[in-house]
Each structure stands twice: as C-alpha cells, then as structure tokens.
T-cell receptor, first 112, second 113 residues
Framework: DQQVKQNSPSLSVQEGRISILNCDYT??????FLWYKKYPAEGPTFLIS?????DKNEDGRFTVFLNKSAKHLSLHIVPSQPGDSAVYFC???????????FGTGTKLQVIP | EAGVAQSPRYKIIEKRQSVAFWCNPI?????LYWYQQILGQGPKLLIQ????????DSQLPKDRFSAERLKGVDSTLKIQPAKLEDSAVYLC???????????FGEGSWLTVV
C-alpha cells in the first residue's frame, strides 16, 4: 500500500525554467510533509517542509504547495539550475517530522 | 558538525551469507533510524531507536534482520541469512530532540548474488 505517490518517475526541464514536482498521498492522518533531494551515491538531504496548517512554504528558489482537500502537494523550483538535477523524494508523517513515509522519487534533469 | 557515518559503503555477498552494517549518528542525536531503499523505490523504515530502546520495528523482517544500539550511540544492522531481494541501500539516519529534520548518512550498498 503506497501511501505517498510520485507518479512521474522523471522530469526534464530547461535551465532557468520552472520545475514542478508532484506528490499525492492517501493517508488523511498525515500532517507534516517534506521534500528530500538525493544525489547519486549520497544519502537524501532535507530540502523543505510544510505542516498541514499551511498551504504554502517558501525557501529561496523552492516553494512547496499543499492542497489538503486533494491530498496533493507540489514542489516548485524557480529558476531551475543544473545543480538541481537529482532525485526528489516526497515524504509525509503523522504528528511531526519523525517516522516519515517516502514516495518513490522523481528524477529531475535540468538541461543547460 | 560531523554527519551520520556509515560503513562499509559497499558490500557484495552470496545469498545465505551474513552481513553487518554500522552507523554512528550525529553527536547528541537520540533518535536513530535504519531505512532500506531498493532500487527505484523510496526509503522504507526498518527500525527506529530512541536512545537504546526500540520505538518501532514493525517493518523489520525479524526472521533474518536484527539491529541493536546497545549504548544509545552507534548501531549495527545485521542480515542473516541474506536473500537476493535484500539487495538495496541501507540508510542510517538520526534526529535531535529539538530538530525538525532527519539527517541521513551516505548509505551502505548491499548486493546479494
């Protein structure tokens, strides 16, 4: 039972354009959502998070949007840079940032 | 600040053999996790420790996997006997009591042949 779904395994975007990565979840108890970024041969690193009391959180070029009614969140990267090329994991948890459930990841390629 | 340390980075073993992975979390982090990431999938939690006690091991295949954190600092994850489907990256992670994120190590890559 995949509670966190990332239906796009890969995405290619031109440098300078917007990258939009999507994530859907099924467990209505999730109240904390995170995005992690993973380069090859490295562990995932935390990127940005949002709690269910908000619908938007912004950190520099990265913005996460949460639509609780649709059980959907998205990560926007503007402008995209070649160094953003990585696998992005969406994750969710109940009651805080611990014991997160991860999605399957979306591989982003930013083309110079 | 030193990150989460894991060893070995890479291991190739034959099925039915045993293997052990070691993790040293960030200093002061009381919570430690072991995740399994199979190629093409997201990380899956195997076990969570709070200090030296197990908080959650509901997804740990206990017939072949074991983990311990005897002194509440470093931890070992053991697989015995290994199966082909255990081929994965084993990620160790830790969090601090006041932190709001999980810090991952670089992972231990296991190939079972």
């Amino acid at each position: 039972d995949q509670q966190v779904k990332q239906n796009s395994p890969s995405l290619s975007v031109q440098e300078g354009r917007i990258s939009i990565l999507n994530c859907d979840y099924t467990n209505s108890m999730f109240d904390y959502f995170l995005w992690y970024k993973k380069y090859p041969a490295e562990g995932p690193t935390f990127l940005i998070s949002i709690s269910s009391i908000k619908d938007k959180n912004e950190d520099g070029r990265f913005t996460v949007f949460l639509n609780k009614s649709a059980k959907h969140l998205s990560l926007h990267i503007v402008p995209s840079q070649p160094g953003d090329s990585a696998v992005y994991f969406c994750a969710a948890s109940v009651g805080g940032y611990q014991k997160v459930t991860f999605g399957t990841g979306t591989k982003l390629q930013v083309i110079p | 600040e030193a990150g989460v340390a894991q060893s070995p980075r890479y291991k190739i073993i034959e099925k039915r053999q045993s293997v052990a992975f070691w993790c040293n979390p960030i200093s002061g982090h009381a919570t430690l996790y072991w995740y399994q990431q199979i190629l093409g999938q997201g990380p899956k939690l195997l076990i969570q420790f709070q200090n030296n006690g197990v908080v959650d091991d509901s997804q740990l295949p206990k017939d072949r996997f074991s983990a311990e954190r005897l002194k509440g600092v470093d931890s070992t994850l053991k697989i015995q006997p290994a199966k082909l489907e255990d081929s994965a990256v084993y990620l160790c992670a830790s969090t601090s009591p006041s932190g709001n994120t999980i810090y991952f190590g670089e992972g231990s890559w296991l190939t079972v042949v």
